[in-house]
């Protein structure tokens, strides 16, 4: 075989494939719900025996008459049978359930779909015979640039876990280009940075033209699309509200919304998994007036918003700050790509008091961790300080709430772009992003 072509070929192990691989062993199908071009299909041919495209050119119109005639027709075949982008056939959902109750085997079937189908579009949920799992574009462990010398699931599991001393081969230039660049896997198979960072910048392009219209068939307009994504951008790690990102939307007059259509167009943007806001943490430590509790405002890949932004890997060079912003977006992917089990999630807490984690990590067993992501080393000492005053708030709720007690923190960890990982004093972990791995 050619070398070229074998490098082409190659497939890049992704946290998802045990995880997949696990829930088939379990349910008798999975759904696989991510972004467009994130790897959903690859990763569930790795698996699949064989498979359908919903949105094969040469079969969508036969594909689209079986689905709404005989839907079962399409399910026949060796499996797991993967059905590629169901949601062009929602009546296929509830053909899969019946299958998989008459046949009452694990394993049937993987369903990948690039955007979040409406509830009424099908009659069951699914519940016990489909189980939902998310995918993301690649984190810097699945791109082979975090080391992954420090393993999440360990820290969790083991307290004294010696981090000392372990660094990172990423400098910040390199984590800004792999932020531009975004962990879309289509990269891997290119030579030319340049060429690369053209993928975020596609993917905003077809998700304006294309994307946004199609999702439920309703017209919309590109203009508005890029003008929301990039208040969106101008906006992300932050609570900006609605009425905000309204205002900076129409400021330059060349757009006119009124907020119910804006909130149309951001719903759109959700189920395309474009957006993927973060919500707030709010434990019983302060009065209820004196915690936020509004939407951490979020993109599913950093490279989104530096697209949106029309912003390049020199310009981020000269404006730190701002790509302060984008590394919370990074961290916050691959925390989420590093725990895709059920029940585990991302919120972050701040009051008025400024007072914050810019992330919390919640895992199924109720375990977590407070987080702050923080660029540079300068910044460390007041991300400590934020997290140990928030385990004192913690433990000085517990003395008088003896009866519903809060969980002490698992970890609090300092996520940071410099290059040396070690464990303070005061039990804070400092890790740089491109060490951890799941």
Known sequence: MHPEIKMIMEYLYRIADKHLEERLEAF???????????????????LSKSMISMQDPDMREEYTITAASKPSLLLFGDTPRLIDEWQDAPVIWDAVRTMVDNRQVPGQFILTGSNAVDKSSIRHSGTGRISRMKMLPMSLWESGESNGKISLQELFDNQELDIDGIASNMKIEDLINAACRGGWPAFANMRSDKTKLLIARNYVDTVCRDDISRVDGVQRDERITRSILRAYARNISTLAKNTSLLADVTASGEVSLAMSTF???????KRLFVIDNIEAWCPAIRSKTAVRSGLKRAFTDPSIAVAALN??????????????????????RDLRAYTPDFGSHLSYYRDRYGLEADLVLH?????YALIECKLGSREIEDGARHLLELKRLILEHNKTEVQVP????DLLIILTGGSMAYTRTDGVRVIPLACLKD
Request: contains cysteine; aromatic residues 8%; neutral net charge.
């Open 28 to 46: 008798g199908a999975v759904l696989i719900e991510g972004p467009k071009w994130c790897g959903k299909t690859t990763t569930a041919k790795q």
């Open 263 to 269: 909130e149309d167009y951001v719903t759109s943007l």
């Open 311 to 332: 912003l390049t890997p020199q310009a981020l060079m000269t404006q730190l700050k701002t790509f302060g912003f984008i590394f919370e977006q990074m961290c916050a």
């Open 363 to 367: 895992l199924a067993d109720g375990r």
């Open 406 to 409: 809060l969980r002490e923190p």
